[in-house]
């Protein structure tokens, strides 16, 4: 029988690995992450996911470049101007900040990276194009953590789309979207730093027990009978209509 105490102790234990050495990893845990992956739930059952695996050095330099322009332009000053989130020390906050800077510059420098993506054709991506693939990628990062690998889930490339997914040699009607570095951490697995749910009361009201539920007719009667009665209008010179006079009762 599965223990599934493991599977909660990895998930609390998944801490984004930044630093990697660049020892190579084995072919077998590689193939142990995508079985991972393509175990995940998705749209229909189509598998449209594509997981490229990226050891080329050229191919990753090449990425990289993008990846750097987007940390210089974008990712970098815009930390500039943030504050840390609730429960984060500053101190915190500078050394996560110093991992993303060691890793921008250090991106190609992972032994493997898995290119997440989706063969969309044609259509355009929407909002719910990522729920095929990213169940993939954070079963791609539990098993890379239950291998004792290190690994953290980044988008940054897509900043340069276009330019990134050329350097990567993507076919047309393929399109990423996470780049995953795998190697074997430099640092130590610990708990992740998040804050805990707080359950709250949903917010409905509770059904009437004195009475039962009108149903759409009634309460529009009830609309019509609030509302204010206009007065007839009489044309000027016009007599008062009479009713006619009724005759005597006939029986069959």
Same mark, same amino acid.
């Not at 449209?48 to 990226?54: D, G, H, K, P, T």
């Not at 980044?154 to 050329?166: D, F, I, Q, S, V």
């Not at 040699?169 to 697995?189: D, E, H, N, Q, T």
């Given at each position: ?56 050095? =050229?191919? =990753? ?6 990846? =750097? ?11 500039? =101007? ?171």
């Amino acid at each position: 029988m599965a223990d599934y105490d493991d599977l909660f102790e990895i998930m609390k234990n998944m801490r984004a690995m930044r630093r990697l050495h660049p020892d190579p990893v084995p072919d077998e845990l590689i193939r142990k992450i995508l079985l991972a992956g393509s175990c995940a739930p998705n749209g229909g059952n189509t598998q449209r996911w594509r997981f490229l695996v990226i050891k080329d050095t =050229k191919i =990753k330099q090449a990425v990289q470049v993008w990846y =750097k322009k987007a940390f210089d332009e974008v990712v970098g000053p815009r930390y500039l =101007k943030s504050t840390p989130p609730p429960g984060v020390s500053r101190e915190q906050y500078n050394r996560q900040h110093a991992a993303v800077e060691y890793l921008t510059d250090h991106f190609h420098e992972a032994p493997v990276w898995i290119v997440a993506c989706l063969e969309e054709g044609a259509a355009q991506p929407t909002r719910g194009s990522g729920a095929s693939i990213y169940p993939a990628v954070q079963n791609m990062l539990l098993a890379a953590r239950a291998l004792g690998l290190g690994a953290t889930l980044t988008t940054r490339h897509l900043l340069y789309e276009k330019e990134a997914e050329a350097a990567l040699g993507l076919p047309p009607g393929v399109r990423s979207y996470a780049i995953l570095p795998i190697g074997y951490p430099m640092g130590k697995f610990g708990p992740v730093g998040r804050a805990p749910p707080r359950p709250r009361p949903p917010r409905t009201r509770e059904p009437r027990v004195d009475a039962p539920p009108r149903s759409p007719r009634s309460r529009a009667r009830r609309r019509r009978a609030r509302r204010p009665r206009r007065a007839r209008r009489i044309p000027p010179n016009s007599a008062p209509a009479t009713r006619p006079a009724l005759g005597p009762a006939s029986h069959p």
